[in-house]
């Protein structure tokens, strides 16, 4: 069983940072693709970030520059760091694998033309900034 889970969301002001962790199961880590992606109510789900295996990055363009992926292969751990929060990043935050393996090759960007790559995820970890 594939196993993903997101931690260290929670409630902050506007300007305040945040870091977030995904624990993956090894069995997946190692694929093509990493992603987090976000989903506000009422509001369509979104790509945040995403990372290759080779560690090429992508951000979608409203955290561009404020948030940073990064992942530590050792412990199977992904991130997302969050600086100068705003209140629309308010969110629910997840972390996400493909079916590809890490030798795969194809996409791994935010594309309004292509779904996102990811095909599991975790139960996700809640952010709300607050002005």
């Known amino acids: 069983q594939i196993q993903l889970r997101e931690s260290g969301g929670g409630s902050v002001q506007a300007g305040d940072s945040l870091t977030l962790s995904c624990e993956i199961d090894?069995?997946?880590?190692?694929?093509?693709?990493l992603t987090w992606l976000r989903q506000a109510p009422g509001k369509e789900r979104e790509g945040v970030a995403l990372?290759?295996?080779?560690?090429?990055?992508n951000y979608g363009a409203s955290v561009q520059g404020r948030f940073t992926i990064s992942k530590d292969n050792a412990k199977n751990t992904l991130y997302l760091q969050m600086d100068n929060l705003k209140p629309e990043d308010s969110a629910r935050y997840y972390c996400?694998?493909?079916?590809?393996?890490?030798?795969?090759?194809?996409?791994?960007?935010?594309?309004?033309?292509?779904?996102?790559?990811?095909?599991?995820w975790g139960p996700g970890t809640q952010v709300t900034v607050s002005s």
């Open positions: 996400a694998s493909d079916l590809r393996t890490a030798e795969s090759g194809g996409y791994c960007y935010i594309s309004q033309e292509l779904p996102l790559p990811i095909a599991y």
């Open positions: 090894s069995s997946t880590y190692n694929t093509y693709c």
């Open positions: 990372i290759r295996a080779d560690g090429q990055t």
